[in-house]
């Protein structure tokens, strides 16, 4: 059974860059048939979609934050990684990593949603 | 890319049935088939309970029902128990391969 685990610092000073890696068991990365994605939750607030990647290394990012994020795969390792530049106290979350079933493609690719998640990971912005 | 609309909060008693709607636009939940719903119980990670408006993977109680109408789609949950008592949130494909969630609905159960 696949498994996803987030890790990095908890800890981020405003104005720096967060970076958090996804590490992906239990199956492969590379399958053709997932996309790899980043959610986060302020705190006592809801869901928000950062970004997917596929393992070739195509992506989509929420519009609002896409002068700022990057995410990126490393099939080698069965990873993919947020790094999310410039932050703020806003910035402050739990960030889930989870895996997007592709459903097909029309101007560019269809998913539903997320049907496996990570546990999570709490990133504190503060100085 | 505007979040769904969802109501703050819905109530039931054990036994009863429940419809958490989810409103959208012509360009997320009205314009695809790709809605899902999911549950958080409090410290936990959210869980698919419904996928593709109506469809509950593998292990989901079907006591969880998704349906759409235009822009709104809708979580029913019949025969409430204790242990749905959560937060639910639906998703919805928008366009150019972006999610969008909603603000979420706390669900109590009297």
């Known amino acids: 059974q696949m498994q996803l685990q987030e890790s990095g610092p908890g800890l981020v000073k405003p104005a720096e860059t967060l970076s958090l890696t996804c590490t992906v068991s239990g199956g492969s990365i590379s399958s053709s048939t997932y996309f790899w994605g980043w959610i986060r939750q302020p705190p006592g607030k809801g869901l928000e979609w950062i970004g997917s990647i596929d393992y070739s290394g195509s992506t989509y990012y929420k519009s609002s934050l896409k002068s700022r994020v990057t995410i990126s795969v490393d099939t080698s390792k069965n990873q993919f990684s947020l790094k999310l530049s410039s932050v703020t106290a806003a910035d402050t979350a739990l960030y889930y990593c989870?895996?997007?079933?592709?459903?097909?493609?029309?101007?560019?690719?269809?998913?539903?949603?997320?049907?496996?998640w990570g546990q999570g990971t709490t990133v504190t912005v503060s100085s | 890319q505007s979040a769904l609309t969802q109501p703050a909060s819905v109530s039931g008693s054990p036994g009863q049935s429940i419809t958490i709607s989810c409103t959208g636009t012509s360009s997320d939940v009205g314009g695809y088939v790709y809605v899902s719903w999911y549950q958080q119980h409090p410290g936990k990670a959210p869980k698919l309970m419904i996928y593709e408006v109506s469809n509950r993977p593998s292990g989901v109680s079907n006591r969880f029902s998704g349906s759409k109408s235009g822009n709104t789609a809708s979580l029913t949950i019949s025969g409430l128990q204790a242990e749905d008592e959560a937060d639910y949130y639906c998703?919805?494909?928008?366009?150019?391969?972006?999610?969008?969630f909603g603000g979420g609905t706390k669900l109590t159960v009297l």
């Open positions: 998703s919805s494909y928008a366009s150019s391969s972006t999610l969008v």
């Open positions: 989870a895996r997007l079933p592709l459903r097909g493609y029309g101007s560019g690719p269809y998913y539903y949603g997320m049907d496996v």
